[in-house]
């Protein structure tokens, strides 16, 4: 086994990508959604978002924790906790195609979400290298 991925039977699988992938989570996520949960507001007026309606953005914010917790065992069992890699990676792929993309494309694209579109695309990005589709993806595991 290198350090840089083994294989499973004839499937390339990237674990120090899966485990940096966790990590971005773990900082990325598990941060904002923290900051969210216990200072909504101010989190809203430094990031320079409008006001949200607290039960739903609150499912958000919950869910970024989740991830966030999951990703902690996913750096300990990388392979095992795939599946986690492969969810945050889907939500964010549906977000840019079903809501970034389209306000852009008519011009209606507010400021704020620019960064958040970023910090997507470089997830994105990262989850193209780290997740082993071909494994998750097989018949018979």
Known sequence: MNNMYAETREFRIRYNWMKFMYAYI????GSLGVAFLLAPNTTLNLLGYPAQEPLWAGVGYSVFVAFAILSIFGLRSPLKFAPVLLLSFTYK???LIAIFIPLLVKGQLPSYAW?????FVTYVAGHLIAIPFRYLLAKGQ
Do not use: Q
Request: hydrophobic share 75%; net charge neutral; proline share 0%.
């Open 93 to 95: 792929v549906i977000w």
């Open 115 to 119: 960064l958040t579109g970023l910090v």
């Open 26 to 29: 773990i900082v990325g996520a």
